[in-house]
């Protein structure tokens, strides 16, 4: 199935669905596996932005219902809520445009799980977080498009 233009599309999804590796290792997957830039830029996009209103709407209810019913996981409750701390003063200084930024840069640490989670646990506007974490997104695909065409990967 991987080898197939839709299986190599839902494996391109997946993998920018998934934290940390997000869209900086989906779309460059999708682009050397042969599929379209824009067959690739919309799984990758796609796949990357499907959790979003999830973390930002329940990750909150999760954290609590985590700390009463799982007490073993309170210390990952405690190392998500300090990742979000660490980008506190970027978002004070620069609010929305600070949260942009910090999806928008491909770096360890950085991307839509992390601005989904800064935007939920600081109480940001909603319908002003997921704009900038949408935003965010595809100026990381136009970087990442750049890197795989032009380094690492272009040899593919």
Aim: with cysteine.
């Amino acid at each position: 199935m991987l080898s197939t233009t839709i299986g190599k599309f839902i494996m391109t999804f997946l993998i920018s669905m998934v934290p940390l590796i997000e869209l900086r290792a989906g779309l460059p997957y999708g682009i050397v596996s042969g599929l379209s830039l824009p067959q690739a830029a919309v799984a990758a996009v796609t796949g990357n932005m499907l959790p979003v209103p999830f973390i930002i709407f329940f990750i909150q209810k999760i954290f609590t219902f985590m700390r009463r019913h799982m007490p073993k996981m309170d210390s990952l409750v405690c190392k998500m809520e300090q990742k979000a701390e660490k980008h506190r003063g970027t978002i004070d200084k620069y609010g929305y445009l600070g949260l942009l930024i910090l999806v928008a840069i491909p770096l360890p640490g950085t991307g839509a799980w992390t601005g989904s989670l800064v935007a939920a646990l600081f109480e940001m506007d909603r319908k002003k977080a997921i704009p900038c974490i949408f935003l965010g997104v595809i100026i990381a695909a136009v970087i990442m498009t750049v890197v795989t065409k032009l380094g690492i990967f272009a040899f593919f």
